[in-house]
């Protein structure tokens, strides 16, 4: 457990005055890590975005084939730009739906202030004013941190168990690079099947 972990859950902890979390469990489909074909591990990435979508209420309309490359380009490397122009959207719709998937960059959490204060406040039900107020920050700035500081709180919730399944997953660096790249492909031939070409040799 490291350190960012260890204090959201002494926060958890202070709050509901409980050490355990209830998490439904679903059925196994076998170990992760096991698996290298890289069709069977795009589904399995896709029953995770299916999960979770049910779960929570994603703050974007993306498809779950759109969500299931932004995380294999996610995992392989590719920067919020990057997987903007890939997918064909922009980089802060892509920001949004990473942090909707609790994958959170370490350079979102690089705010003016202390994000464990935040994520206390959230914790405790804090509104946007007061949270404003006791950070001593204009509203934009806290837009801007407040969904890094929620999608931590709800990967801690669940023991960051989608997150890590997709690590699981995709860390294998030939897997994740070789998807990657079939995404990549996918994306610049959707971007260049409607551009007509007029060459007379």
Known sequence: M???????RDIFIETTGSETVTERQSESRGSLADVDDPEEVRARVSDLVSTMRERYEFETDLSDDTLVTLVVGYFGGDTDEVLAVELGVAPEMVRTAR???????????????????LDKLLVEGADDDEIADKLDVPADILGEFRPVAA???????????????FSELLTDDDLSQRMAEDARNDGLREATEDIETDVSL
């Open 2 to 8: 490291d350190e960012k972990t260890a204090e959201l």
């Open 99 to 117: 942090l909707d998937l609790h994958l959170v960059r370490d350079a979102d959490r690089d705010a003016p202030f202390d994000m464990d204060r």
């Open 151 to 165: 999608a931590d709180i709800r990967s801690t919730r669940v023991n960051h168990r989608f997150r890590d399944d």
